[in-house]
């Protein structure tokens, strides 16, 4: 079983819509959480990170159940600038940054 | 200020040859990490260095795989008898501690191609 397991989508949405993906995570130590948006050919950079009481960001919210092990992300009134692969990630072990396969989303006009 | 910088860019090599990738942090950042990322699928974890020491090797595929970072500054990744299989992008990323609140920052990637 992968440390960290995604739905890969793709998930294909209009504009204006709201949607979710979910992230479970293995290791019941894991410490800290977070989304990270990747586009095409570029690198990864953090879109935000996942507290224990859920956080939002604009249109974005994340959620984190630890009885569950599970991560999810909304994201509301979608943008076509939201058309990227986001990756959940998880710090375990110490220091140890685990990432996702990713979930690919495309926003259509 | 000036992010996480990788070269080369793009690397190709052939089956057997030897080949270093070089990942500069961001300066006093004192956690770096390597991952290797194939198409379609999330960055790989190889590496980790807290200073000068590798905190956490546990991602390295085989002993070809090796990586230093002599000064707590520049890492090289080094690859031996590379195979086809290496073929991947290889991303670097550094954080101000390594700790949870401190967000990974990636260079661009080098993109190795074994033929």
């Known amino acids: 079983r992968k440390e960290v397991e995604q739905d890969p989508g793709p998930f294909n949405v209009p504009e204006g819509a709201t949607v979710a993906f979910n992230c479970t995570y293995s290791n019941s130590a894991s410490q800290s959480f977070f989304w990270y948006r990747q586009d095409c050919r570029k690198e990864p950079k953090l879109l935000m990170s996942v507290y224990s009481s859920g956080n939002e960001d604009g249109r974005f919210t994340a959620q984190l159940n630890r009885a569950s092990q599970y991560i999810s992300l909304l994201i509301r009134d979608s943008k076509l600038s939201d058309s990227a692969t986001y990756l959940c990630?998880?710090?375990?072990?110490?220091?140890?940054?685990?990432f996702g396969a990713g979930t690919r989303l495309f926003v259509k006009a | 200020g000036a992010g996480v910088s990788q070269t080369p860019s793009n690397k190709v090599t052939e089956k057997g040859k030897y080949v270093e990738l070089r990942c500069d942090p961001i300066s006093g950042h004192t956690a770096l990490y390597w991952y290797r990322q194939s198409l379609g699928q999330g960055p790989e974890f190889l590496i980790y260095?807290?200073?000068?020491?590798?905190?956490?090797d546990s991602g390295l595929p085989n002993d070809r795989f090796f990586a230093v970072r002599p000064e707590g500054s520049v890492s090289t990744l080094k690859i031996q008898r590379t195979e086809r299989g290496d073929s991947a992008v290889y991303l670097c990323?550094?954080?101000?501690?390594?700790?949870?609140?401190?967000?990974?920052?990636f260079g661009n990637g080098t993109r190795l191609t074994v033929t």
């Open positions: 990323a550094s954080s101000e501690t390594g700790a949870g609140n401190s967000p990974l920052h």
């Open positions: 990630v998880v710090l375990t072990g110490g220091f140890k940054t685990i």
């Open positions: 260095f807290q200073g000068t020491g590798a905190a956490d």
